[in-house]
């Protein structure tokens, strides 16, 4: 529970929130051992976030005006479905602020926005190793995808690929 005397407020990101996301965005990185792939640059984020066709929002959580955490989210789309779908790409809670409630209150924020959305999923990937949080997002009702494993082409096979003759 959030201390009496503190106040969470759950908020869209601004342009000016470039340099908090990123600095979330490392220390999520970190925690997850993951630091030497956060290689995003604030032009970048920035373009990404608010430029003319965004690929992504934020939502960010502030604590007495302080960046307590923040959840990164695009849409996606199922055929099967025939509907669009909100993916969670990043969420992350400072430990400072752990334990008050933070993590759930924005991913209730985002099922809600799913849902006034139309979008017929609300899907993310965690870690194998991070138990916390599968036991966090086993207690909000996820279900894990038995029988699906995440396939990656990114950095110098990415530019491969592209160069490749059918």
Do not use: C
């Not at 302080?66 to 669009?84: V, Y």
Request: hydrophobic content about 50%; overall charge negative.
């Amino acid at each position: 529970m959030a201390d009496a005397a503190s106040t969470l407020l759950l908020r869209a990101a601004r342009r000016d929130d470039v340099p908090l996301i990123l600095s979330l965005i490392g220390e999520l990185a970190e925690y997850e051992r993951l630091a030497h792939e956060a290689v995003a640059e604030p032009a970048a984020m920035e373009e990404a976030l608010f430029g003319p066709v965004p690929a992504a929002e934020v939502v960010i959580a502030e604590v007495d005006g302080q960046g307590a955490g923040f959840a990164l989210f695009f849409t996606n789309f199922s055929t099967f479905l025939g509907r669009r779908g909100l993916h969670l790409e990043d969420l992350f809670v400072r430990p400072a602020f752990r334990g008050r409630g933070i993590g759930k209150r924005l991913m209730l924020h985002l099922a809600r926005l799913a849902v006034e959305r139309g979008h017929g999923r609300f899907e993310w990937s965690v870690l194998d190793w991070n138990t916390p949080a599968i036991d966090f997002y086993r207690s909000l009702g996820a279900a894990p995808l038995d029988g699906w494993t995440t396939q990656r082409v990114s950095g110098d096979a990415l530019q491969a690929l592209a160069r490749r003759q059918p």
